[in-house]
């Protein structure tokens, strides 16, 4: 993590007060369950934001400061965080993934349940 002097337990509790969770799946956030925009959830294995910038903390920064500055036209609405709320919450949303590697090898099922269709989505939003 390259966000020095970024606290991630303040993040989280700047993204529960913004309401973030109304639009975005984000785990170890309550009411956090909106597929209305993109799930969070893995956040830190993301190779790009927006679909457009490398996810860097320093590019997710100026996203949570100022989403139409980096997508114009998104529909991510500017929240209007301070420098040091985004800083928080975008060092919480790297924790996200992180410390934890894939345990299957790419390509292989994850389990006897995973190959082949399956009735339920299989990321669910939390309660
Ligand atoms: C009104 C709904 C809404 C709210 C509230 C909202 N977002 Fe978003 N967010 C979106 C949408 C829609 C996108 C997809 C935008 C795009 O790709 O242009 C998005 C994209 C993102 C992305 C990039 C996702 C990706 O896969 O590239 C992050 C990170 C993000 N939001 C974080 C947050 C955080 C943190 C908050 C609270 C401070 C928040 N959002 C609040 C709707 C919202």
Same mark, same amino acid.
């Given at each position: 993590?390259?966000?020095?002097?970024?606290?991630?337990?303040? $993040?989280?509790? %700047?993204?529960?007060?913004?309401? !973030?969770?109304? !639009?975005? %799946?984000? +785990?170890?956030?309550?009411? =956090? *369950? @909106?597929?209305?925009? &993109? /799930?969070? *959830?893995?956040? @830190?294995?993301? $190779?790009?934001?927006?679909?457009?910038? /490398?996810? @860097? &903390?320093?590019?997710? %920064?100026?996203?949570?400061?100022? #989403?139409?500055?980096?997508?114009?036209? @998104?529909?991510? &609405?500017?929240?209007?965080? *301070?420098?040091?709320?985004?800083?928080?919450?975008?060092?919480?949303?790297? *924790?996200?993934?992180?410390?934890?590697?894939?345990? %299957? &090898?790419? $390509?292989? #099922?994850? $389990?006897?349940?995973?190959?082949? /269709?399956?009735?339920? #989505?299989?990321?669910? +939003?939390? =309660?």
């Amino acid at each position: 993590m390259r966000l020095a002097g970024a606290d991630t337990e303040r $993040g989280r509790a %700047v993204i529960a007060a913004r309401g !973030c969770g109304a !639009c975005h %799946v984000i +785990p170890g956030v309550r009411g =956090a *369950t @909106s597929w209305a925009g &993109p /799930p969070l *959830t893995e956040w @830190s294995r993301r $190779g790009y934001l927006a679909g457009q910038h /490398p996810n @860097s &903390p320093e590019n997710l %920064v100026a996203w949570l400061r100022d #989403p139409q500055a980096m997508a114009p036209g @998104s529909a991510m &609405p500017n929240l209007g965080l *301070t420098e040091a709320e985004a800083r928080d919450a975008a060092a919480y949303l790297f *924790t996200l993934g992180a410390g934890r590697l894939p345990e %299957v &090898p790419a $390509g292989l #099922p994850l $389990g006897p349940k995973d190959a082949g /269709p399956r009735e339920e #989505p299989r990321i669910r +939003p939390r =309660a």
